[in-house]
């Protein structure tokens, strides 16, 4: 796996839209796989992006935790019942937006059914924004190990 690709568990957060501790419960359940690594060096990548992905579309059709870990295990599983409100709001919005938080009152959202942006590019999107609001210096500084006592 190529340096560039490797995400900390807070740049995989940051680029889902969830939070570290959504993302450990994920793994934990199995629904997503370990970081690749052990200790200081475990990491995420593009393809735990995909995956959470996978899940948020999955819950937004309305299939349960349950049901999405037998879709992941190679399980047929029946379409979760959907109401007549559900499918009316299904007919009236093909749009899945996307938000991510970016830092302290800044966030970015995307229509992720138009948009289907690699974490890389939006890690990179991130930082520039941070610095085009002077917060460059708060949010990198700040090791990832100290973020995690937080």
């Known amino acids: 796996m190529?340096?560039?690709?490797?995400?900390?568990?807070?740049?995989?957060?940051?680029?889902?839209?969830?939070?570290?501790?959504?993302?450990r419960f994920y793994v934990q359940?199995?629904?997503?796989?370990?970081p690749a690594g052990l200790g200081r060096g475990n990491h995420y990548s593009a393809e735990h992006l995909e995956r959470l992905r996978q899940i948020r579309?999955?819950?937004?059709?309305?299939?349960?935790l349950e049901?999405?870990?037998r879709i992941f295990a190679g399980e047929t599983v029946a379409p979760p019942a959907v109401s007549e409100e559900r499918r009316r709001r299904a007919v009236?919005?093909?749009?899945?937006?996307?938000r991510l938080r970016l830092g302290e009152g800044i966030e970015l959202h995307y229509d992720a059914t138009r948009h289907h942006p690699d974490a890389l590019?939006?890690?990179r999107l991130r930082e520039a924004i941070r610095g085009a609001f002077g917060e460059?210096?708060?949010f990198t500084t700040?090791?990832?190990?100290?973020t995690e006592k937080k």
């Open 2 to 23: 190529e340096t560039e690709s490797r995400m900390s568990i807070q740049q995989l957060a940051d680029a889902a839209g969830l939070t570290r501790r959504a993302i």
């Open 29 to 34: 359940r199995g629904l997503l796989p370990a």
């Open 57 to 64: 579309e999955l819950q937004g059709a309305g299939h349960s």
């Open 67 to 69: 049901a999405i870990a």
């Open 92 to 98: 009236m919005s093909a749009e899945l937006w996307t």
């Open 121 to 123: 590019a939006l890690v």
């Open 136 to 138: 460059v210096e708060g």
């Open 142 to 146: 700040e090791s990832t190990e100290d």
